[in-house]
């Protein structure tokens, strides 16, 4: 079976910001259709093409190079190449040159249909050894596809745009090492990745973005400003500093204040539990791999990498009456994971962090006020620091528990919180957790990148494994309900976020240094002095650069510490007792010190 189509590549006008580019798309399964690039489908078939064009141009250009795989991911694409010369990013420029004269080409894309047997002799006809290998993993029975665009053929299952003119601007990225499959004993590929878009303004804007990115990167940006450190003593395992240990119990004060006016109370439980409660969780079967464990006194013992089962030995701890529901419990929690040690990176992924989690046990009828005021909760947090977000609703997934009533009442209760609230989500179906359905939080920031942080979770499985009750209006024991959610996600992580989003200068209320007052000269040290003795006194964070450097080199320190208040005092200020805020008025202390207060209190949190 061949497809060959006509070319269509075009746009309408999806918003004032923003073109929206359709394409005709040809599906796993040979069919066609219009799809947008701004749709996932669309993506995935638009890169995956990209893909296709790297790959032509390096057998062009290298016709001994051996193809492996090259499929679309998040963001972009790569191919994995065997080459007995590794490529580096000195090849790139050769490399892009010939994939804009395949684009130029217009070469359509084509979907072939062979047996196991035809599939077979043809890729071994191509000399390539590693799709021979990916044919065998094909079930038997199922049609062996491949792809076409000129002289280049791919054992592929798609999706694909219909030709190669619609991806009109690319940029390769970068080269590193990948084993053939992820294994180690397996020969090590080079992989090429790149990323592509339908106009050359759309890569521009995405390249400009990212060096953007690099120049906000938490990690460069916490070592300068000595927020934290990871150390090779201790690899996912993050040190806070002085001044990093601020922002972390700003954050956490603001987390208490909230949930405290929100009737919270707070807990903390052990870091360290034994094994058998983690069988009773379930953790030890879904979880183990990820665990930290240690003997202690010949017993098993694992160190928590959630709160949620201390929560409920609390909660069992003594008789609840249905008057006491709902029972919002928070924590504070450090918890710790083992994850890879290629998946580290900086405050984003580590091994050990603190989540800010709570557990609301309720009654069935109560599922619906309880979720609206935790998404009321999440969405207060959210817009205090800017973020936009989008929501989405994991509905149940194959390797569920419980029964199929349950599940219904349980999403149904997610689904009316959020429709009587008026807020827009989407259905992810069948991706909620093992014991519940969910809603995730997915928020944006200043650079349209987008953070999974906030999430709530219904649960009916643990308060059954735990064995949890409450005595109801009519005497008798029943199940509560349990939602786990948190809002930050992890304290560590959202640091991260926050540090990126605000490029190092934090709102006021967070900054680690408020203000610096900078003396023009020796005379006025101990007026500077006075001034910081007064804002320490209503709790203003502040430093005196009294060093014996031009002014100019003060101010441009301080700029380079993101400090949001720098304050020059001369003799002029002295004398009038006033300050002057660089690059804005000139203000009594009493004044000044009022207007920083406000901010503060308000928590005013601008870009």
């Known amino acids: 079976m061949q497809v060959i189509l006509t070319h269509k590549l075009y746009s309408k006008k999806g918003c004032a910001t923003a073109r929206v580019h359709f394409m005709k798309v040809i599906a796993h399964d040979g069919s066609i259709s219009d799809i947008s690039f701004k749709e996932e489908e669309g993506r995935k078939a638009f890169w995956h093409t990209a893909s296709h064009i790297l790959a032509q141009a390096v057998k062009r250009l290298y016709p001994e190079t051996k193809l492996t795989i090259g499929p679309a991911i998040k963001e972009g694409f790569y191919y994995d190449f065997d080459r007995e010369t590794p490529f580096t990013a000195e090849d790139f420029d050769e490399i892009e040159a010939e994939m804009k004269k395949i684009v130029k080409e217009n070469l359509p894309l084509k979907r072939t249909t062979l047996s196991r047997e035809e599939a077979l002799n043809k890729i071994k006809s ?193 008789p609840h009456s249905y008057k006491e529901l709902p029972m919002r419990v928070g924590e504070l929690g450090l918890v710790h994971r083992h994850e890879k040690a290629g998946a580290l990176h900086g405050l984003m992924r580590v091994r050990c962090f603190t989540q800010d989690d709570a557990h609301i046990f309720m009654t069935k009828e109560q599922i619906t006020d309880e979720i609206k005021g935790v998404v009321k909760l999440i969405d207060e947090v959210y817009n205090l620091f800017g973020f936009k977000y989008s929501i989405e609703l994991s509905t149940m997934p194959e390797d569920h528990l419980g029964s199929i009533e349950d599940w219904d009442m349980a999403t149904n209760g997610l689904k009316a919180a959020l429709d009587e609230l008026g807020m827009a989500y989407e259905i992810n179906e069948g991706d909620g957790a093992f014991y519940g359905p969910k809603i995730d939080f997915h928020l944006e920031d200043c650079l349209g990148r987008t953070w999974q942080c906030g999430t709530i979770q219904l649960d009916f499985q643990l308060p059954m494994r735990f064995d949890i009750d409450y005595i109801g209006a009519d005497g008798q024991k029943h199940r509560p309900i349990m939602i786990h959610r948190v809002v930050f996600g992890s304290i560590e992580r959202f640091i991260g976020i926050l540090t990126e989003h605000y490029a190092g200068k934090f709102p006021l209320w967070l900054a680690p240094v408020q203000a610096k007052i900078l003396p023009i000269t020796d005379a006025q040290r101990d007026y500077a002095l006075s001034v910081a003795e007064k804002l320490k006194a209503k709790g203003i964070r502040c430093e005196v650069d009294d060093r014996s450097e031009s002014l100019n080199y003060k101010v441009r320190e301080a700029q380079l510490q993101k400090i949001r208040y720098i304050l020059v005092v001369g003799e002029k200020e002295a004398t009038a007792g006033t300050v002057a805020i660089r690059g804005g008025a000139v203000l009594p202390v009493d004044e000044l010190t009022a207007k920083l207060c406000e901010e503060i209190d308000n928590k005013v949190s601008t870009l």
């Open 126 to 318: 191509l000399d390539e050894p590693y799709k021979v290998e990916l044919l065998s993993d094909i079930p038997e029975g199922d049609d062996i596809s491949f792809f076409e665009q000129g002289e280049f053929i791919d054992l592929c299952a798609g999706p694909h745009v219909a030709y190669t003119s619609v991806v009109k601007a690319f940029k390769l990225t970068k080269v590193a090492g990948a084993y053939w499959r992820g294994d180690e004993k397996n020969k090590m590929l080079s992989r090429i990745y790149g990323i592509a878009f339908p106009s050359a303004g759309e890569l521009k804007e995405y390249l400009d973005r990212i060096e953007e990115a690099k120049k906000r990167d938490h990690r460069k940006i916490g070592k300068e400003l000595e927020l934290f450190e990871i150390m090779d003593e201790g690899p996912g395992f993050p040190f806070f500093l002085p001044k990093g240990m601020i922002v972390k119990n700003e954050l956490m004060k603001f987390w208490r204040e909230i949930h405290t006016r929100e009737g919270y109370v707070e807990i903390s439980t052990p870091m360290m539990l034994t094994k058998t409660l983690w069988e009773t969780s379930g953790h030890w079967a879904h979880y183990s791999q990820n665990m930290y464990t240690s003997e202690i006194d010949e017993s098993t013992f694992a160190v928590k990498p959630m709160n949620c089962p201390g929560s409920l030995l609390v909660y069992n701890m003594k």
